[in-house]
């Protein structure tokens, strides 16, 4: 299947990852798709960005975060071609992980501290928030998430009513992603 240039999906213009060699793993639900993977990308997305999945029979897979120097090309946001990724999905993924973890009763005389969103396995690739007392601290650890920054931190404030936010995300797994290194560690400004 060939795609234009400036493919577009329902009027939307989308970048592709079209994948040719291994789509049976994203077609089980795993969620990285390696370079080696990748038959094309259709339109020029940016670092993080958000790409329609499609293997080399024109299937669509679902949509995932974009990294053109990482060795995991894409991250699968979602497998759901109708859910598109924009500030309500992030919220949404983020809302369901937040209350798994409360509904498990993680916090008690003896324990403050717990993951409160963990990567892939909430459907946040590259994500993780972990809760100390009344501390948030973060990882960026991949381009989807750098790209939402903005959107995760409000989310987090917002699900937690936590403002305490210090981000720190791992330098050397940020340089493989292809992510800005950016300054070390550092508190978030309380908005």
């Not at 993924?93 to 969103?117: E, F, G, V």
């Not at 720190?168 to 950016?182: A, T």
Request: glycine share 8%.
């Amino acid at each position: 299947m060939d795609f234009p240039a400036g493919y577009s999906r329902g009027g939307i213009r989308t970048s592709v990852c079209r994948i040719f060699r291994y789509p049976g793993s994203v077609k089980r639900k795993h969620p990285w798709v390696f370079s080696g993977a990748v038959q094309a990308v259709v339109g020029n997305p940016g670092l993080g960005e958000t790409v329609e999945v499609i293997s080399a029979e024109g299937e669509e897979l679902g949509y995932a975060a974009y990294s053109p120097h990482s060795s995991i090309r894409a991250r699968m946001w979602n497998f759901d071609t109708a859910r598109e990724i924009d500030d309500i999905f992030i919220a949404s993924k983020m809302r369901i992980a937040i209350s798994i973890r409360n509904s498990q009763h993680l916090l008690n005389a003896k324990n403050n501290s717990y993951r409160l969103i963990n990567a892939e396995s909430d459907g946040l690739p590259g994500l993780i928030v972990d809760k100390y007392d009344d501390l948030l601290v973060v990882q960026f650890l991949s381009a989807g998430p750098e790209l939402w920054k903005d959107t995760i931190i409000r989310n987090l404030i917002s699900l937690t009513g936590k403002e305490n936010i210090f981000e720190r995300s791992e330098l050397d797994v940020r340089k493989l992603e292809g992510v800005s290194l950016g300054n070390p560690p550092h508190p978030r400004p309380r908005p």
